[in-house]
Nanobody, 114 residues
């Protein structure tokens, strides 16, 4: 299974910004779509965004209008720019390939204080 690695999380105040990174080996992102999920304790993982091979991006829930996907020129990294962060954005963010394979990385933690 392909192992993706998330990074870029941290602690910010409401209204702040963070840029998460999802790194994949080889040409993974040239052949597979991907998604970002968020999980908070006691709840199931929640879909935040999807990113197709052709750069078609979809944003779900409160991510729409505040989050933006992009990728590195070599297509090995997908970035999730998160702006105007709110306390409800707090959680562990995971990136994964689509269709889901059941493989999840360690995630990166985002904490937004009011």
């Amino acid at each position: 299974q392909v192992q993706l690695v998330e990074s870029g999380g941290g602690s910010v105040q409401a209204g702040g910004s963070l840029k998460l990174s999802c790194t994949a080996p080889g040409n993974t992102f040239s052949t597979s779509a991907m998604a970002w999920y968020r999980q908070v304790p006691g709840k199931q993982r929640e879909l935040v965004t999807t990113f197709g091979i052709g750069d078609a991006a979809s944003y779900y829930g409160s991510a729409l209008g505040r989050f933006r996907l992009s990728r590195s020129d070599d297509r090995k990294i997908v970035y999730l720019q998160m702006n105007d962060l709110k306390p409800e954005d707090t959680g562990v963010y995971f990136c994964t390939l689509l269709p889901l394979t059941g493989a999840w990385g360690p995630g990166t933690h985002v904490a937004v204080s009011s």
